[in-house]
C-alpha cells in the first residue's frame, strides 16, 4: 500500500504538470504557416544598454513586403482596448479588439465561420466579429454578414465576417478586429519615429532567418533617412514569443520557459523521490523475499528469469499505480486549473501524450524495480537456505544514499517554498512611491472625450460623498505604455538615443495618487497655463546630469519645455525593471482613463453614485471600473501561480518522502527486535530505545542538510536576479526549511520507535 500511494501520488504530479507543459508547449503552434510566421523586433541603443521591443513603426510591413522578394506576406497591427460595441438602444457590450492589415486572415489561421480571409478586412468601415460577441450582440452567429454595429457610439461598421474565438490556445486574445486602413490618415501613421504597432511577417520557404535579419538590421536608418539610428529590426518565430519573450541587453534571456523547465524539474524530482521509496522498501523486505530466491535458484532459476521477474512486479505496481493516479487526476484538474487559468482536461489527450504517459509509467516501473531486482537475485542460494543473510554495507550505504537524497530535495522544495512566497508578499506590499489603495479607474469615452464635459463631469466626481480626489491620466501605471527619445536638454550626448517614459495627465493626478515632490511643484490651474511646463523624476535628473534644474528649459518633441518639479521615484513597471526615467506633461485633452481616489469603507456608497453620475454624463456607456491594486497585482500573476504550486508540490515531495519513512523506520523495527528486546531485559528505557531507533535518521537528515542549503541558495538566487527589486535571502529560511524536515522526520518514525521500545521483550526474542 505504501508503495502503490507513493508512486500514484508521484505520478500524479508528474501527470499535472505534464499537461500544464504540453498545453504551453503549443500555444500559438496552430497556426498553418507557423514555421515561416515571424514577428519584428527591435533592438534599440539607450544609455544603459539595449532595449528589446515588439513594436515598430506603422509603415514596416508595406516597406518590408515593397523591398526584400524573402517576404510573402506582411501585416500590421494595433490593439483597440475596452471599446463599447452597440446593437440598437439596448445591446452594448464592453470588449477589446485590434486594428490589422488586409491580409491578416490570410497570415493567421482563426477559423473563418462567415466570410472570406482575403476579403473580410476591407474598405475603412467594415467589422469582423468573433462567434462569443456576435452571440452577444446578436443572439447568433449565422446570416450577420451586412449587418452594422456601432463603435463608442460614432462610427458604424458593417459586417464582414464571423470568426471563432481564439480559444486558450491562443496567446493572442482579441473580440473583432477592424481595417488598420481606418487609420491611414493620421500623421504617426506615416512616420519611422513613432513605433506602436506590431509587425508580422511570412517568408518565403527555404529562406534563411538569420541571412535576413542580417539584411535587414539597418532597414530602419535607410527608410527614415537617417532621422532614426538607434533601432536595429530583426525576425522571431511569432510562436516562440510566447515562451521566450525576455530579453536583456539585446539578448533572448528567458521568459515563461522558465517556469516550464522550472516544473518539469520538480515533476522529475518527484517521480524520483516516489522511486526511491519504492527501491528502499523493496530493499528493507529483502529478508522476507530472500528463502523464495534461495528456493528459485535451487530448482534452477537463472538470475536474468528473477530480475524479470522483479522488474515485472514493480512495472505492475507502477501501472496500478497510474491507474489511480488517473483517477486523482481528474478530480483535481478543475482545481488546478484554477490555479493555472488552463482548461486541461483527460478529453484533450492526443495519442501522444497518451503513448508518452504510458512509457513514462513503463520507466518509472523499470526504475524504481532495478536495484530492488538487482539486490534480490543475487543472493546466494545456500546462504539464504541457511538462514545467513548478510547485510552488506554496500547495501546500507545505497539505502541510505537514497534517502539522503530523498530529504535534499524535499528540503530544497520547502526552501524555496518559503523564498518564493516571500518574494511574492514583499512584491504585494512593497511601497510602489504613489498610492493604490482605495483608487479606481475607468475609461474616458462617449461624451466624455469632450475637454469641456471631461472638466464638468471631474468637478461634480470630486464632489461625491466618499470621492477624496479625482483626476485624469493618461498610464496604466502596470508597464511600459509610452516612450520617446525625443528630449533634449543642454550638455545632451547627440548620439544618446535614451527613452523617456511619458505620462500624460490632468490636473490633481500626483496628488490623487500621493506622489511625493522632491522639489518643486505639481501642475496647478493657481499658476496659470502649465502646458509649457514638465515634470521629471528623479531617475530622468539623474540620467540628464542636471545640477539645480527648477526653472530650467528643456525641449520636449521640439518644443521649449520648463521644469516645474521633480516627482520621487515611483515604480510605474513591474519590479522585473529598475525605475526608468520619466516625465509628466498636462495634457487633460489627451488623457484616456479617469482616476478616483475614494474614501476608506465607503468604496461601495461612492461607486454606486459615481455609476449614476456616469449614467447621467454618458448614457449608453457602461461604468466599468477597475482597482488600481488589483491591476498591479494582474501583473504578477506567473509568480503568484509559481507560489501557489510551489506550496502544493513542496507539501506532496514530503508527503512521499515521510510514506518511505514510515516504511523503513517498521522495517527497521522488525529487523532490530530482537535486539530491542535484549536491550530492554539489561534495563534500556523506552527514552532510550526511542533515541537508538531515532539516532541514524537524524543523521541523515543533517547530511541531507547539509547538500540542500547551498543548492537550496544557487537555485534560488538565479531565480530572484530577474526582478530589479528583490529580498535578500535570509538565515531563517533555512533554520524554518531545516528544523520543519527535522521535525516531520521525528514524527513519522516516532510511532514505529515508540511501538518498538513498548513491545513485551519476551515475546520477540521467543520469535523466530
Not at 59 to 65: F, K, S, V
Request: net charge positive; with cysteine.
Amino acid at each position: 500500500m505504501l508503495n502503490l500511494i507513493g508512486l500514484s501520488t508521484g505520478l500524479v504530479c508528474a501527470l499535472l504538470i505534464y499537461v500544464w507543459v504540453a498545453d504551453e508547449l503549443t500555444i500559438d503552434k496552430f497556426h498553418k504557416k507557423d514555421t515561416r510566421l515571424f514577428q519584428v523586433m527591435e533592438n534599440r541603443k539607450r544609455a544603459g544598454g539595449i532595449w528589446t521591443s515588439g513594436t515598430t513603426s506603422p509603415p514596416t510591413a508595406d516597406a518590408l513586403q515593397r523591398a526584400f522578394p524573402e517576404v510573402e506576406d506582411a501585416v500590421a497591427t494595433l490593439p483597440s482596448r475596452n471599446q463599447t460595441l452597440t446593437v440598437g438602444k439596448e445591446k452594448n457590450i464592453r470588449a477589446d479588439g485590434k486594428y490589422a492589415g488586409k491580409d491578416f486572415f490570410n497570415i493567421f489561421s482563426y477559423d473563418l465561420i462567415d466570410g472570406n480571409p482575403g476579403k473580410v478586412i476591407t474598405g475603412t468601415n467594415s467589422i469582423v466579429l468573433s462567434d462569443i460577441l456576435a452571440n452577444k450582440l446578436f443572439g447568433t452567429t449565422k446570416n450577420l454578414i451586412g449587418k452594422t454595429v456601432t463603435l463608442q457610439q460614432q462610427q458604424q461598421y458593417a459586417i464582414s465576417g464571423i470568426y471563432k474565438e481564439p480559444g486558450t490556445r491562443s496567446s493572442d486574445q482579441f473580440d473583432f478586429v477592424l481595417p488598420l486602413e481606418k487609420l491611414k490618415d493620421e500623421e504617426n501613421m506615416t512616420t519611422w519615429g513613432s513605433t506602436f504597432v506590431a509587425t508580422y511577417v511570412v517568408l518565403k520557404p527555404g529562406t534563411n532567418v538569420d541571412q535576413f535579419n542580417a539584411k535587414i538590421s539597418g532597414f530602419v536608418k535607410l527608410m527614415s533617412h537617417n532621422e532614426v539610428t538607434h533601432r536595429t529590426p530583426f525576425l522571431v518565430r511569432y510562436s516562440n514569443n510566447y515562451l521566450h519573450g525576455r530579453y536583456e541587453n539585446g539578448v533572448l534571456a528567458g521568459g515563461r520557459i522558465e517556469y516550464v523547465r522550472l516544473f518539469s524539474i520538480i515533476a522529475i524530482f518527484i517521480l524520483v523521490i516516489a522511486c526511491i521509496n519504492f527501491m528502499n522498501l523493496s530493499t528493507a523486505k529483502a529478508t522476507e523475499r530472500a528463502k523464495e530466491v534461495g528456493i528459485r535458484k535451487t530448482m534452477g532459476a537463472g538470475r536474468s528469469t528473477l530480475l524479470l521477474q522483479y522488474l515485472g512486479e514493480s512495472t505492475l505496481i507502477a501501472f496500478v499505480s497510474l491507474l489511480l493516479a488517473i483517477a486523482f487526476l481528474a478530480l483535481l484538474l478543475p482545481a488546478f486549473n484554477t490555479i493555472t487559468g488552463k482548461q486541461l482536461s483527460l478529453g484533450t489527450l492526443d495519442a501522444g501524450a497518451i503513448f508518452t504517459i504510458l512509457a513514462l509509467t513503463l520507466i518509472t516501473g523499470l526504475l524504481s524495480g532495478s536495484y530492488p531486482a538487482v539486490y534480490l537475485s543475487a543472493f546466494n542460494p545456500i546462504g539464504v537456505l541457511k538462514g545467513k543473510l548478510q547485510h552488506s554495507g554496500k547495501e546500507l550505504f545505497v539505502r541510505k544514499g537514497l534517502a539522503v537524497f530523498q530529504f535534499t530535495l524535499s528540503t530544497v522544495l520547502i526552501i524555496g517554498t518559503l523564498v518564493v512566497y516571500k518574494q511574492i508578499n514583499f512584491i504585494q506590499t512593497r511601497n510602489l512611491g504613489y498610492s493604490r489603495d482605495h483608487v479606481i479607474s475607468f475609461p474616458k469615452e462617449g461624451k466624455l472625450q469632450n475637454i469641456k464635459q471631461q472638466e464638468t463631469f471631474i468637478n461634480e466626481v470630486r464632489s461625491t460623498p466618499g470621492v477624496v480626489s479625482a483626476s485624469g491620466m493618461r498610464h496604466s501605471l502596470t508597464g511600459h505604455n509610452r516612450g520617446t527619445s525625443g528630449v533634449i536638454w543642454e550638455g545632451k550626448d547627440p548620439q544618446d538615443n535614451t527613452e523617456f517614459e511619458v505620462m500624460g495627465m490632468d490636473y490633481g493626478l500626483i496628488e490623487t495618487l500621493g506622489m511625493q515632490m522632491k522639489e518643486g511643484r505639481a501642475f496647478s490651474r493657481e499658476f496659470g497655463s502649465d502646458t509649457a511646463k514638465v515634470i521629471f523624476n528623479e531617475a530622468a535628473i539623474r540620467f540628464m546630469g542636471l545640477k539645480n534644474p527648477m526653472g530650467k528649459t528643456v525641449k520636449v518633441w521640439d518644443e521649449d519645455m520648463q521644469i516645474i518639479g521633480i516627482v520621487k521615484d515611483f515604480n510605474f513597471e513591474s519590479l522585473h525593471e529598475k525605475i526608468k526615467p520619466l516625465f509628466f506633461l498636462l495634457t487633460p485633452q489627451n488623457c484616456d482613463r479617469f482616476v478616483v481616489k475614494l474614501e476608506g469603507g465607503k468604496e461601495k456608497q461612492a461607486i454606486e453614485k459615481l455609476q449614476q453620475l456616469y449614467s447621467r454624463f454618458n448614457s449608453g456607456f457602461s461604468f466599468d471600473y477597475s482597482f488600481m491594486d488589483e491591476n498591479y497585482q494582474n501583473i504578477y500573476t506567473a509568480e503568484k501561480r509559481v507560489s501557489i504550486l510551489s506550496r502544493y508540490f513542496a507539501g506532496l515531495a514530503v508527503l512521499i518522502s515521510c510514506l518511505g519513512l514510515f516504511g523503513l523506520s517498521a522495517f527497521t523495527a522488525q529487523r532490530r527486535s530482537k535486539e530491542i528486546g535484549i536491550r530492554k531485559v539489561l534495563g534500556a528505557t523506552v527514552n532510550n530505545v526511542v533515541l537508538l531507533m531515532s539516532k541514524d535518521f537524524i543523521k541523515l537528515v543533517l547530511i541531507s542538510l547539509v547538500i540542500a542549503f547551498p543548492l537550496a541558495w544557487w537555485v534560488l538566487t538565479k531565480w530572484l536576479s530577474d526582478f530589479a527589486y528583490r529580498i535578500s535571502i535570509s538565515v531563517a529560511e533555512f533554520i524554518v526549511a531545516g528544523m520543519l524536515i527535522t521535525l516531520i522526520t521525528i514524527c513519522t518514525i516516532s510511532f514505529q520507535s515508540v511501538k518498538a521500545a513498548l513491545a513485551n521483550p519476551v515475546k520477540s526474542l521467543k520469535t523466530e
